[in-house]
């Protein structure tokens, strides 16, 4: 599933991510910048941002072909 996240920084700021890949709860405190990988086709497909614990919580992930195309690299 994907979907556009709301990120509140200090001073009122909000930051938007659209298109972020969402999963359940799949990362503690400490996980950003792991690597999500699809384990039936061994390739990666995002970059962990962020989480929240708990039965109900969520991990996002950024797709990680904007991450490569915006650093201008290649796996």
């Known amino acids: 599933m994907t979907a556009a996240v709301n990120v509140t920084y200090g001073g009122g700021r909000t930051a938007r991510f659209e298109d972020q890949i969402i ?7 400490g996980d950003s910048g792991s690597l999500l990988v699809d384990a039936d ?3 990666a497909v995002g970059l962990l941002f962020a989480g929240s614990a708990g039965p ?3 991990t996002i992930h950024n797709p990680i072909d904007e991450v490569l195309g915006l650093l201008g690299v290649t796996l």
């Open 23 to 29: 999963t359940g709860p799949m990362s503690e405190g």
């Open 41 to 43: 086709e061994l390739k």
């Open 56 to 58: 109900t919580g969520v």
